[in-house]
């Protein structure tokens, strides 16, 4: 490497250090759970927690599958039945039985025909439009999506629309001006994760049809817990088997590993199988991820014990941090935004509870606009009562110490 180029990096690195936007990673020590082990993170200096206890807030790990120990159990015996690694895509000898059970299960999950799997949602997201669409036809995409969706977007050769985020005005207006296109499809996140805001699929549904567009959307922070029996957005706004394109991960509410898939008609997974990049050129999950994955199905098909105890916990402390006088965004979803409106703020918030043993990142401009900081917490099943009377009690002696909540 030449010393003008590493020169180079060392200055963007800096300029990041100086605009306060380098992001430090926390280590754990252990396992994923309502409880977790920090060390000090690198280069976040007044932060270090030096190996405590502090309750987690802020994983995807949002019905405490991540260490469930029945999907432990499931992983440990396809470790032992199908071996650790598969050495080869697909199309080659990557497929083993417990991939194509894991296919079917989420096609009857989410309602739909077939599934495919990919090494990630990313992934899923990557090597979805391109194969689908071409030139003559139109892709219309909420302008908040997520940054695996605009890249998939971007390597397909489809005309492009943006629609005002979550505005169902700007949505007929991008349908009407794209009206000559050959296919027009729309997509959105199902539930955006900044905000915890849930797309109008019955709206969108309805303009779609009118429109004569099809419909996706990308389940991350929904598949699992969403809708009375945890299926998704589709489910929670009433359009359940009415999505013509789903993607989604197993690295979130699924059991948190690693791995992503697309959900649609037989016809739809087919030519993925035969056309997406990530697909044929990729490895997919190993088979311990596989078969642990099929344990979580068998989980929530089972029982909605965990989505409703989610629902229960996120309900409690909605309420419970509002009455501790902190603003939130409104809503329903376990994603719940602690609004402190500005970044320093933010950051000291987030550096106090640490000190008080509750782990909750600030989120400040560019990931959210400016003047919006906030802590963004994420309720778990997880979570006992405990955790979050002590988490709220933590939140409540900051915001007096630093001035910033209201009672
Ligand atoms: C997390 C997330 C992804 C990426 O998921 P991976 O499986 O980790 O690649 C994609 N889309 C959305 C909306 C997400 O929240």
New binding site residues.
């Given amino acids: 490497m030449t010393t003008e180029f590493a020169r180079h990096l060392q200055q963007q690195l800096q300029e990041l250090r100086d605009a306060g936007l380098y992001k430090a990673e926390r280590v754990i020590t252990g396992a994923q759970g309502a409880l977790i082990q920090v060390a000090g993170a690198q280069g976040a200096p007044g932060r270090t927690a030096d190996g405590r206890e502090v309750i987690n807030l802020c994983a ?1 790990n949002y019905l405490g599958l991540s260490s469930h120990p029945q999907v432990i159990a499931a992983a440990h015996e396809a470790l032992r039945t199908h071996g650790y690694g598969m050495s080869s895509v697909r199309f080659i000898c990557g497929t083993q039985d417990l991939h194509k059970t894991l296919e079917a299960r989420l096609a009857r999950f989410l309602g739909t025909e077939d599934a495919i799997l990919y090494a ?6 990557g090597g979805l439009f391109e194969p689908l669409f071409g030139e003559a036809d139109a892709i219309i995409s909420d302008e908040l ?5 605009i890249d998939g977007i971007r390597l397909c050769k489809a005309q492009r629309w943006r629609y005002k985020h979550n505005d169902m005005a700007d949505l007929e207006r991008c349908l009407q001006e794209a009206s000559a296109a050959r296919f027009k499809l729309v997509f959105s ?5 900044m905000d915890g805001t849930i797309a109008q699929l019955d709206r969108m549904r309805e303009l779609c049809d009118r429109h004569g567009a099809l419909l996706g959307i ?1 389940e ?2 929904a598949s699992g817990f969403m809708g009375a029996r945890g299926r998704g957005t589709h489910e929670h706004r009433g359009v359940f088997g009415q999505v013509d394109l789903i ?1 989604g ?4 509410a699924l059991g948190g590993a ?3 898939f697309t959900a649609a008609r037989r016809e739809v997974v087919e030519l993925l199988r035969q056309r997406s990049r990530p697909y044929l050129f990729s490895n997919t999950l190993m088979p311990a991820i596989a078969g642990a994955s099929i344990a979580v199905l068998d989980l929530l098909e089972a029982s909605t014990a965990l989505r409703d105890k989610l629902e229960d916990n996120t309900l409690w402390f909605r309420r419970a941090i509002v009455a501790a006088g902190f603003d939130i965004k409104p809503g329903t979803h376990p994603i719940v935004p602690i609004m402190v409106y500005d970044a320093v703020k933010a950051q000291a918030l987030s550096a106090r509870l640490l000190e008080l043993g509750v782990y909750a990142v600030g989120f400040f401009f560019p990931v959210v606009p400016k003047g919006q900081a906030r802590i963004r917490v994420q309720m778990s099943a997880v979570h006992e009562r405990e955790h979050l009377e002590r988490a709220v009690a933590a939140f409540a002696q900051a915001g007096r110490e630093l001035g910033l909540a209201r009672a």
């Fill in positions: 995807n990630a949602a990313f992934d899923a997201n999506n997520h940054a695996s969706i996140d199902g539930v955006f994760s990308d991350c922070h993607t991960t197993l690295g979130k690693s791995g992503g």
